[in-house]
């Protein structure tokens, strides 16, 4: 792993040179980082690492001066998830339907606020610097308190500390990444587990010890119909009660054919149908894409290369194929 991690580090290095001496360095940079709308939808990718993993709980702590996100996820880090996660474009899930993250660009998106987020899972221990570059960590770097099968990720916000030659935009004070991940943790929504298969349960905390969690009971299924299933999410004191139904689907996609599942979910009250508020197309998670139907669709459509959104019907085939299923 180490010469495979060090060999890695130097191909990418002699890339970040190429870059700086051609002047493309910031500009790069600067785009992978600002792939969203809302800087902090890096959530959603952390997020969408973890139910990869199959982790069935994930943890948010927001402190003075980082972000540490963990899971229990089955799935650790490997030899090729270390060189997929510090590349550009070459994710090594773009041609799995079943998994969310695809486009190998999502996790470029925690450098909006961060400049070395730092990885452990598994016996991979390594920061990313220059975006790119991985960078195996040793000894006292090592968290001593991280769990046998724990995966956590950290994102140390930006410092008037950071060398000069590290810095490839414009520096986030703390106050402000605190401020701005806070802020969208308390407007996480518990409908983000709705249609995820793994993840039950999302805690947060904040640096003033608020917290607050969002749950998904064991879906029920509904009898007589087997692709059918009744799904409760909660927060806080509040639930709600979904009726989910699915459908397998084959997506013609870049001349192969694609296994998938479109998903419709209507919102019950007191044993009936009623319409439901804010809902948006979901790809696994919301998209920005309001629907106003009053139930929620959901399905593994064609995104962005920001995944906040799903590319027009019209321009992809594939998208066309499911919106026509749905």
Same mark, same amino acid.
């Given at each position: 792993?180490?010469? &495979?991690?060090?060999?890695?580090?130097?191909?990418?290095?002699?890339? /970040?040179? @190429? %870059?700086?001496?051609?002047? =493309?360095?910031?500009?790069?940079t600067?785009?992978?980082?600002?792939?969203?709308?809302?800087k %902090?939808?890096?959530?959603?990718?952390?997020?969408?690492?973890?139910?990869?993993?199959?982790a069935?709980? /994930?943890? =948010?702590?927001?402190?003075?001066e980082?972000?540490? +996100?963990?899971?229990?996820g089955?799935?650790?880090f490997?030899?090729?998830?270390?060189?997929?996660?510090?590349?550009?474009?070459?994710?090594?899930?773009?041609?799995?339907?079943?998994?969310?993250?695809?486009?190998?660009?999502? #996790?470029?998106?925690v450098?909006?606020?961060?400049h070395?987020?730092?990885?452990?899972?598994g016996?991979?221990? =390594?920061?990313?610097v220059? @975006?790119? @570059?991985?960078?195996?960590?040793?000894g006292?770097?090592?968290?001593?308190?991280?769990?046998?099968?724990?995966?956590?990720? /950290?994102?140390?916000?930006?410092?008037?500390?950071?060398?000069?030659?590290?810095?490839?935009?414009?520096?986030?004070p703390?106050?402000?990444?605190? %401020?701005? $991940?806070?802020?969208?943790?308390r407007?996480?929504?518990?409908?983000?587990?709705? =249609?995820?298969?793994?993840i039950?349960k999302?805690h947060w905390?904040?640096?003033?010890?608020?917290?607050?969690?969002?749950?998904r009971?064991?879906?029920?299924?509904?009898?007589?119909?087997?692709?059918?299933?009744?799904v409760?999410?909660?927060?806080?004191?509040?639930?709600?009660?979904w009726?989910?139904?699915?459908?397998?689907?084959?997506?013609?996609?870049?001349?192969?054919?694609?296994?998938?599942? @479109?998903?419709?979910? #209507?919102?019950?009250?007191?044993?009936? /149908?009623?319409?439901?508020?804010?809902?948006?197309?979901v790809? +696994? +998670?919301?998209?920005?894409?309001?629907?106003?139907?009053?139930?929620?669709?959901?399905?593994? +459509?064609?995104? %962005?290369?920001?995944?906040?959104?799903?590319?027009?019907?019209?321009? &992809?085939?594939?998208?066309?194929?499911? $919106?026509?299923?749905?």
């Amino acid at each position: 792993m180490t010469v &495979c991690i060090k060999e890695l580090e130097q191909m990418r290095r002699e890339w /970040v040179e @190429v %870059t700086r001496k051609n002047g =493309f360095r910031e500009g790069i940079t600067d785009l992978l980082s600002h792939q969203y709308s809302e800087k %902090t939808h890096f959530i959603f990718e952390l997020l969408q690492n973890a139910e990869d993993a199959k982790a069935s709980e /994930v943890k =948010f702590l927001v402190e003075n001066e980082r972000l540490v +996100f963990s899971h229990n996820g089955e799935l650790l880090f490997t030899d090729e998830n270390v060189k997929s996660i510090t590349s550009i474009g070459q994710s090594s899930k773009r041609t799995d339907y079943t998994q969310i993250g695809k486009h190998g660009i999502g #996790f470029k998106s925690v450098f909006a606020y961060t400049h070395t987020p730092r990885i452990h899972s598994g016996d991979k221990h =390594f920061d990313i610097v220059d @975006v790119v @570059v991985p960078h195996i960590l040793t000894g006292s770097d090592i968290p001593a308190d991280i769990k046998l099968g724990e995966t956590r990720i /950290v994102l140390p916000f930006d410092s008037e500390a950071l060398p000069e030659v590290r810095r490839f935009r414009e520096l986030v004070p703390a106050e402000k990444a605190r %401020t701005d $991940i806070s802020g969208a943790m308390r407007q996480l929504s518990a409908r983000t587990l709705l =249609f995820l298969r793994h993840i039950e349960k999302i805690h947060w905390t904040l640096p003033d010890s608020t917290n607050g969690a969002y749950l998904r009971d064991k879906p029920r299924p509904v009898t007589g119909r087997p692709t059918a299933r009744y799904v409760d999410i909660m927060d806080g004191s509040k639930t709600e009660n979904w009726l989910v139904f699915e459908r397998k689907i084959t997506v013609a996609d870049e001349g192969k054919e694609h296994q998938g599942t @479109v998903e419709v979910a #209507f919102l019950i009250q007191d044993d009936k /149908v009623i319409r439901a508020q804010n809902t948006e197309l979901v790809v +696994f +998670f919301p998209t920005e894409k309001k629907t106003e139907l009053g139930f929620l669709i959901q399905g593994p +459509f064609k995104t %962005t290369k920001a995944r906040d959104n799903i590319a027009k019907s019209q321009d &992809c085939e594939a998208n066309k194929q499911l $919106i026509e299923t749905a």
